[in-house]
Structures are given as C-alpha cells and as structure tokens.
C-alpha cells in the first residue's frame, strides 16, 4: 500500500504522515501530542495488520492472540489514565515470540 501524499518535493516536514483512521483522538483535534497519543496509533496499527477496523466491534481473528487482540483494544481508550502501559504490550509480543 502507497502514501496517499507524495513528500518527494517537501523541503521539510514538521509532522508525520499517517492515515486519519490511525490517529489519535488528540491528533484529529489538533491538540497537544503525548505518548499516549502514540499509543493509540499503535493499537490502530496493531489491530488493522489483523484485518480489523478499530471503530467497529470486530471479534477477534483467528489468527490474533487473545491477549495480544484485548491489549491492542485497550491502548484506543481516549481516556489516557486507563490506556495500560506499552511496557504490557511489548510484554505480550516478547511471550508469543517464545511460544
């Protein structure tokens, strides 16, 4: 899949390139960016490379760890105090790995 902008001709580029679907409630609103923010685009992320839209109420692909899908739905929680730590993600990627 290609960028839907081309930066070939940017002489400088002060944000990143990411699809609004993707984006953080924070990003969308054009308000000040944390980590958390990130957090959220990585549980976008992490969910669509299994075929699953975040708006939606997808049940979990066959393919998807139980554990690996339920984390990935709690980092697009909008309220910042209940997205769980990314240390708990890379903790379930790491165990899968293993396994």
Known sequence: MSLPLSIANT???DVGILYPEYESPEKQKHEDLTVNSDVYSLGAIGLALFGVKHESNATKPLDCPEKL?????????SNE??????????????????S
């Open 11 to 13: 002489a400088q580029v």
């Open 69 to 77: 899908f339920s984390k990935l739905k709690e980092f697009l929680n």
């Open 81 to 98: 105090s209940k997205k769980p730590p990314l240390k708990e993600l890379l903790d379930i990627l790491e165990s899968n790995l293993k």
